[in-house]
């Protein structure tokens, strides 16, 4: 069975960095694509970008270029999301999701990692 | 980047049929899939290349897509498909989710 398991809610405050991750298991990592979704406080769903883990082929958003940088450990399979420097407008629910090429949709879905920045 | 339009709510009476839209431009030409959340949960996909169900998801969820709009179907809407509907699709290599729509059923 396909389980992506996230790392659990961090508390930061601005201006700190965060590394936050997505576990993938049941399924071989290296043949699907993650994503990054991200989710203010009640507001839809935002597509930050994807990685192919098995060569690291990362495609990012115009709006989230350069604000984040998306990896993955394929020994491990995981992938990670993380920031160099926090601001309080990236308080929100992060998800991982993992690309059906064949469907061009998000069939498994992780379980959300809440980030909160505050000072 | 292209932009995808939902309305922010639609209201249906259990039993009755809801439709939801997606707009945007040249949608029709575009690959578009649905997504189901519930209060507190994780997305849930329910419609993918327009109008294919995974496994496990209901007959009364349908989906259409054609020139500038996708729409997704709940025929016989029951209280339990009370969520957020979120329609996405591809613009080249880039992902893109529409607004969200808030479904009540009441």
């Known amino acids: 069975e396909v389980h992506l398991v996230q790392s659990g809610a961090e508390v930061k405050k601005p201006g700190e960095s965060l590394k936050i991750s997505c576990k993938g298991s049941?399924?071989?990592?290296?043949?699907?694509?993650i994503a990054w979704v991200r989710q203010m406080p009640g507001k839809g769903l935002e597509w930050m970008g994807i990685?192919?883990?098995?060569?690291?082929?990362?495609r990012y958003s115009p709006s989230f270029q350069g604000q984040v940088t998306i990896s993955a450990d394929k020994s491990i399979s995981t992938a990670f999301l993380q920031w160099s420097s926090l601001k309080a407008s990236d308080t929100a629910m992060y998800y991982c999701?993992?690309?059906?090429?064949?469907?061009?949709?998000?069939?498994?879905w992780g379980q959300g990692t809440l980030v909160t920045v505050s000072s | 980047s292209s932009e995808l339009t939902q309305p922010p709510s639609v209201s249906v009476s259990p039993g009755q049929t809801a439709s939801i839209t997606c707009s945007g431009d040249?949608?029709?030409?575009?690959?578009a899939s649905w997504y189901q959340q519930k209060a507190g949960q994780s997305p849930v996909l329910v419609i993918y290349?327009?109008?294919k169900r995974p496994s496990g998801i209901p007959e009364r969820f349908s989906g259409s897509n054609s020139g500038n709009t996708a729409t997704l179907t709940i025929s016989g809407t029951q209280a339990l498909d009370e969520a957020d509907y979120h329609c996405?699709?591809?613009?080249?290599?880039?992902?893109?989710f529409g607004g969200g729509t808030k479904l009540t059923v009441l």
């Open positions: 290349q327009d109008t």
């Open positions: 999701a993992r690309h059906h090429g064949d469907w061009y949709a998000f069939d498994y």
């Open positions: 040249k949608l029709g030409d575009k690959y």
């Open positions: 990685i192919y883990p098995g060569d690291s082929d990362t």
């Open positions: 049941g399924y071989s990592f290296t043949t699907y694509r």
């Open positions: 996405q699709a591809w613009d080249g290599s880039t992902g893109v």
